[in-house]
């Protein structure tokens, strides 16, 4: 089936620094959405993308849909220590599956050391 | 709008028995979606309803798994006869045409 390839596995930043991390995949997506999850919880959508090269940011969070529709990266500006946890990268296909289900990727985990 | 809640938060249970979790989406919503994650994986889509109707089931849900919405309001997931291998976070999410989708907290299964 499809996969997202999503990297870095792990992160251990300083606070304070910026960081980044990206998903690829060999199929076509029409939607790209970041999500951030903490121990114990359901994911926690941050950024939704719906056009091939769209810049979208949130506060801190900056992420990009690929040209290619096939990849997207999401960077954290000045980390703190409440960024910790696992970011994953999620996508919609274009073209068969389902008009609503999503694929995700293993997931980023983010360390943030004070 | 209280999100979308999940019950029970954790379940243990024996092999062989059978389980059943309950969701409640975000109340203007008429997408709901269960997923499974297992420990240091993403979620993987198991079904997918569009009010009551379940309109995609993924390879993984197994006939040991039974989903239901009959009012197109709350879900629910059975797993019958559970296996040590249906240990997992069972997450419920739920969407609108104007809302992507947002899970609950997760519902965490130890089958023993």
């Known amino acids: 089936g499809q996969q997202l390839n999503q990297s870095p596995q792990s992160m251990f930043i300083q606070e304070g620094e910026d960081v980044s991390m990206n998903c690829t995949s060999s199929?076509?997506?029409?939607?790209w959405l970041w999500y951030k999850q903490e121990p114990g919880e359901g994911p926690v959508l941050l950024i939704a993308l719906y056009k091939a090269g769209e810049l979208t940011s949130n506060g801190r969070l900056t992420a990009q849909f690929g040209i290619t529709r096939k990849d997207s990266f999401l960077n954290i500006s000045a980390s703190i220590p409440s960024d910790v946890g696992i970011y994953f990268c999620a996508g919609r296909l274009r073209y068969g599956g389902s008009q609503g289900n999503l694929i995700f990727g293993k997931g980023t985990k983010l360390s943030v050391k004070p | 709008d209280t999100g979308v809640s999940q019950n029970p938060r954790h379940k243990i249970t024996k092999r062989g028995q059978n389980v059943t979790f309950r969701c409640d989406p975000i109340s203007e919503h008429n997408r709901l979606y269960w997923y499974r994650q297992t420990l240091g994986q993403g979620p993987e889509f198991l079904t997918y309803?569009?009010?009551?109707?379940?309109?995609?089931k993924s390879r993984l849900l197994s006939d040991r798994f039974s989903a239901e919405r009959p009012k197109g309001s709350f879900s629910t997931l059975e797993i019958q006869r559970t296996e040590q291998g249906d240990s997992a976070m069972y997450l419920c999410a739920s969407s609108s045409v104007q809302h992507e989708q947002f899970f609950g907290p997760g519902t965490r299964l130890t089958v023993l």
């Open positions: 199929s076509i997506f029409n939607t």
């Open positions: 309803f569009q009010n009551e109707a379940q309109l995609e």
